[in-house]
Structures are given as C-alpha cells and as structure tokens.
C-alpha cells in the first residue's frame, strides 16, 4: 500500500513541475485551471481502473492444487469416513484459514464449515482444531 502511495505521489509531482513548465510556455494563456484539473483527473482515473482490474483478476490458487507433489492416504481418508469437502476443510485449516475464510474460499456458508469441523474432530478424536491438524499430518492427510 505504501509503494502505490508513494507512486502516485511521484506521478502528482511530476505532472505538476511539467504544468508549471508548459504553463509559462504556452497553454496558461489559452486554458484555464479547470482544463489541467480535467486531464489530470482522467488520468488518475485511468490509472486506478487499469490497477484494480490487475488486482481483481489476480489468479487464485486453488486450495487443493497448492501441494500437487503430496500423496494423499487415502485409505486412511476411507477407514475415517472423510468426505472431499470435510478434506478441503482440513487442507484450508493446515493453511491457517479462519472459518470465515474457509467458507469464502469454498462458497459455502460458516455454519456449514463449523459443522464440517465439528464432523472433523470427531472423526479425528480430537478436541480442537490445532490437534486436528496435527493429527492429520501424522496420518499423512495434509502435507
């Protein structure tokens, strides 16, 4: 945030020096004031579409894709009953995801996540969700 900050600040000083030179040049006798807030608005507002659709379109990583070398035991995964979505619950909690961003990241709504969770520690034996990441790990669930 500090970098774009001080990015604009730069632009804004260089487009205010290269006013004042042309101002004594040419253009501050035929063009008022109005005219250099107009083109200088424009081009603020084409500079911050262009960076927020960088920033929108940003590639997102699939929660599942982001360790494609780790195997799955996935008898495990059948002798425990895990089901896929209860697996992505467990990948995006070892990822250090909130509830909240769990259900964002996997368009289902919090109350589904708690109850996937609550699923998860019992099919874990465990009580809390940092023994249940620890114990995935040691069943080779999660990398």
């Known amino acids: 945030m500090k970098k ?3 990015f604009y600040g730069i632009i804004l000083a260089v487009l205010v020096v290269a006013l004042r030179i042309i101002e004594y040049n040419y253009l501050m006798r035929n063009l008022t004031i109005e005219i250099y807030v107009g083109v200088i608005a424009v081009f603020f507002t084409f ?3 262009w960076l927020g659709v960088k920033l929108i379109n940003k590639p997102r990583p699939d929660i599942l894709s ?3 070398n780790f195997e799955i035991n996935r008898e495990t ?4 009953g895990i089901s896929e979505r209860e697996k992505e ?3 995006a909690m070892a990822q250090g995801l909130s509830n909240k961003e769990i259900a964002a990241k996997l368009f289902v709504s919090l109350n589904t996540i708690k109850t996937h969770s ?3 520690y019992g099919k874990l034996n465990v009580s809390r ?6 114990k995935a790990r040691k069943l080779n669930l999660i990398p």
Not at 77 to 80: G, R
Not at 129 to 134: C, G, K, M, P, V
Request: net charge positive.
């Open 66 to 68: 982001s360790y494609e």
């Open 47 to 49: 500079i911050g579409i």
């Open 129 to 134: 969700r940092t023994q249940a990441i620890q």
């Open 118 to 120: 609550t699923n998860l």
């Open 89 to 91: 619950v467990l990948w």
């Open 4 to 6: 774009i900050i001080v």
């Open 77 to 80: 995964l059948k002798s425990l």
